[in-house]
């Protein structure tokens, strides 16, 4: 999808992080922020970093301080995936644990690594993206909690690191498509779409394209807050699960 207009975000030459690179939206959000003009560090568990382990998370991090000087900015867009739904007697406990290495410590490991380094060297702007499975009770326990708890966690980052110069925001889409999630899953997107008010799925470079406002400097008086971007799906009462 074609950008309009011509914002400058001022991103250009900005040193960006961005985790979760290889999936549909992370490799959006380098392509945008690439074009941008920033300078991205694109990691990913295909490239072998597993984010869901504190000490490869740490190692990873020390290497790039020998690289670089600076982060400007860190994105995570770590994608763990939910599981069925159930009632709460029926969760598989290896389930549970697995939802929250892949998608909240995959996040918050090195959210925190990024974040000590920014304290270091004068700030940056810290975008996570989240679910709109975090404002709803649809029964995917570990995947629904772990989002909830990375948006609280983004709060606490507003309340108190602002003041270092680290802005933080959530984004939580709905349902963004294509990506490989979605691939072969054409029938349930169209019902999907049928639910959503404008009648459409989210694509990958629209949640690119915000992230990339996030981190530019016009976005601070948002700092804390999670941004929903469901397209008003979720104020919908026949919303599909």
């Given at each position: 999808m074609?950008k ?10 900005k040193?960006i992080?961005v985790?979760g690179?290889?999936?549909g ?7 945008v922020?690439?074009e ?5 560090v694109?990691?990913?568990?295909k490239s072998?970093t597993?984010?869901g ?7 990873y ?8 000087k ?5 994105v995570s867009?770590v994608?763990?995936?939910p599981?069925?739904q159930s ?5 598989r ?5 697995s ?8 996040v ?8 000590t380094?920014?304290r270091?060297?004068g700030?940056?702007?810290?975008v996570?993206i989240t679910?709109?499975?975090a404002?709803?009770g649809l ?8 989002k909830?708890g990375?948006?609280q966690?983004v709060?606490n980052?507003?309340t108190?690191?602002s003041?270092e ?6 984004l939580?889409?709905?349902t963004?498509?294509?990506t490989p ?13 049928r639910?959503?008010?404008d009648?459409?799925?989210t694509?990958?470079s629209?949640v ?5 406002f996030?981190?530019?400097s016009y976005a601070?008086m948002a700092i804390?807050?999670t941004?929903?971007g469901?397209?008003a799906?979720s104020y ?6």
């Amino acid at each position: 999808m074609e950008k309009e207009g011509n914002m400058d975000l001022g991103l250009k030459d900005k040193r960006i992080v961005v985790t979760g690179a290889m999936g549909g939206i992370g490799t959006e959000i380098c392509k945008v922020l690439e074009e941008e003009g920033a300078r991205v560090v694109p990691v990913d568990i295909k490239s072998g970093t597993d984010l869901g382990d504190a000490v490869q998370t740490h190692e990873y991090f020390q290497e790039l301080r020998e690289q670089y000087k600076k982060i400007d900015g860190f994105v995570s867009s770590v994608y763990g995936g939910p599981g069925g739904q159930s009632g709460l007697h029926e969760v598989r406990l290896d389930d549970f644990e697995s939802d929250m290495r892949n998608t909240f410590y995959a996040v918050f490991y090195p959210v925190k690594e990024a974040l000590t380094w920014m304290r270091e060297t004068g700030g940056g702007h810290i975008v996570v993206i989240t679910s709109i499975n975090a404002h709803l009770g649809l029964g995917e326990w570990g995947y629904d909690i772990a989002k909830a708890g990375l948006e609280q966690m983004v709060r606490n980052l507003a309340t108190w690191h602002s003041n270092e110069g680290i802005y933080s925001f959530a984004l939580a889409p709905g349902t963004v498509a294509p990506t490989p999630a979605w691939e072969g899953k054409g029938d349930v997107l169209a019902a999907i779409a049928r639910s959503i008010p404008d009648g459409k799925v989210t694509h990958p470079s629209e949640v690119a394209n915000f992230v990339a406002f996030l981190l530019s400097s016009y976005a601070r008086m948002a700092i804390g807050n999670t941004i929903l971007g469901d397209r008003a799906w979720s104020y919908k009462k026949d919303f599909i699960l």
